[in-house]
């Protein structure tokens, strides 16, 4: 079958290998579409060598319908949709002891530990593969994965009906927790650069703004009658915003970090201190995440065809890649199906 895997010093490239048999507690996918996110492109850069095999199909934004179960799978059946909430956890880590196998100490995210979904046939264990409704489709079902990522961001920062919700960066993920935010209720503003990007803000309510140009600091003060925003997402993952971040939370205002910072930044604390802020991290997601953003998607809540930028073949994965590294698109997909599947 084939596939697009990393081959190490920036490259991505198609290669043909053996499908895995599922075991009898395990789901093999015909994967339909799989989505590249920046965790994608920390890898390509070669950041993440010390958890990637090399040569590996990586990819865990994704889409697809189930091929085949294992014998002891029974709540799953050939023919469903299906996408991947791509954690396995230990299950015997502090962290996982305390209920919290999503940051488990010993976590296996799978598509960067393991093998991920840029491969015609996926084979994953059935407990990670959440079901989704027959009429959604495919291409955007591929985005349950980082929207349910926003999901945790909003649910982790507390965000209630009536607060201003401050998004610094307006990137696809940037985009999502826009959307969820104005779907929980919050007033939002967007704070990004390119132009294309606050439109696309700007076209599904959010108000934008752009910290080159206008005074973002004003804005907010004037939007929140001085008081500041409720709750701060930093999503850029930029030193400079990190330490913005602080400055536009009101008095026990929540800051949210969204964004992977690879090294250590500075902080305002000071600022922390002064207001007594909340800093909350948030990584990845639970299963009440994925199951809202499943929810989102097939109620026609998220427009999904605005975030998704252009569908590429899988043998061309890595002009993708490329055009994301750029910052030439919001969300591409490779479309990973045969071309059988797609005459069909």
């Not at 696309?200 to 600091?217: I, Q, Y």
Request: aromatic share 2%; charged share 20%.
């Amino acid at each position: 079958m084939r596939t697009a895997s990393y081959i190490g010093q920036g490259r991505i490239e198609s290669r043909d290998v053996e499908a895995i048999e599922p075991g009898s507690r395990d789901v093999r996918i015909r994967v339909a579409f799989a989505g590249i996110c920046g965790t994608d492109l920390h890898i390509l850069h070669g950041h993440m060598d010390h958890r990637v095999s090399v040569p590996q199909p990586i990819g865990h934004e994704m889409s697809g319908t189930i091929e085949s179960v294992g014998s002891a799978v029974s709540d799953l059946a050939a023919g469903q949709k299906v996408t991947v909430m791509p954690l396995l956890s230990c299950g015997d880590c502090p962290a996982c002891r305390a209920g919290h196998r999503h940051i488990c100490q010993n976590l296996d995210f799978v598509g960067i530990e393991t093998p991920g979904a840029m491969q015609e046939l996926w084979t994953v264990p059935a407990s990670i593969v959440i079901p989704v409704p027959d009429d959604v489709d495919l291409a955007h079902a591929a985005l349950i994965e980082p929207l349910a990522v926003a999901a945790h961001d909003v649910r982790r920062a507390r965000l209630a009906a009536g607060e201003t919700a401050l998004v610094i960066g307006g990137g696809p993920i940037g985009q999502l927790i826009a959307l969820v935010a104005a779907r929980t209720g919050a007033d939002v503003i967007v704070a990004e650069p390119n132009a294309e990007r606050r439109a696309l803000a700007a076209k599904h309510g959010a108000r934008v703004v752009d910290p080159l140009h206008d005074d973002l600091a004003a804005i907010v003060q004037d939007a929140t009658g001085g008081a500041g925003a409720d709750v701060v997402f930093e999503v850029a993952g930029i030193a400079a915003t990190a330490l913005d971040a602080t400055a536009h939370a009101k008095v026990r205002g929540r800051v949210v970090m969204v964004a992977i910072h690879p090294n250590p930044v500075p902080i305002d604390l000071h600022r922390i201190f002064w207001r007594e802020l909340e800093i909350l991290g948030a990584r990845v997601y639970e299963r009440e995440d994925f199951e809202r953003a499943v929810a989102l998607i097939a109620a026609g809540e998220i427009p999904a065809d605005d975030i998704i930028t252009d569908v590429v073949p899988l043998d061309q994965a890595a002009r993708a890649f490329a055009a994301l590294s750029e910052a030439r698109a919001m969300k591409l997909l490779v479309d990973v199906r045969s071309h059988e599947e797609i005459s069909a």
